[in-house]
């Protein structure tokens, strides 16, 4: 079975929006999801934060895997939100719980990625509940530009080098 994605709010908007700073990217990874055939899943959750700006029938729906938000992903959410522990004061409350409840979907639905241009929150409480041993969903940010190995299920990524390798090493 191939890898599943949920699309993060934040990678919906710069996949549509031509003067976000990481459209291009955006467009590579949903290029590659669609040639590849891994699952993208959207979350309800995503569908009542991208609506607040944008009608969601903007997104090409037909290629997507709607997911509702149910009781189990509730209570995962509470234990999740219990794990992360003290947060920061300067985030709101209600970004961070939204955040909470997309990773505990991807954690009880066992989806192996989310895509998003969240590093400050979405991304780095993601890594906080990994490490903790609470998630094994990877958060993988647009900033880093597009790259397919950050797809893959172990998590190893590719090394690209632009000069010839030494032949006296």
Known sequence: MSASVLLDTSFLISFVSQHRAH??????????LLKN??????SAIVAAEFGIKQPITDLPLNNFRVLDFNVPHGQKA?????????RDARESRAVVRDDVKLLAQAGHEGIDFILTEDASTLHRYCERLRSGGHLKTRAITLKNGFDASALRDDGQIDWVSDSAPDPNA
């Open 23 to 32: 459209h291009a990217t955006a467009e590579q990874y949903y290029r590659y």
């Open 78 to 86: 509470a234990n999740l939100w219990s794990a992360l522990g003290q």
């Open 37 to 42: 055939n891994m699952p993208m899943i959207f």
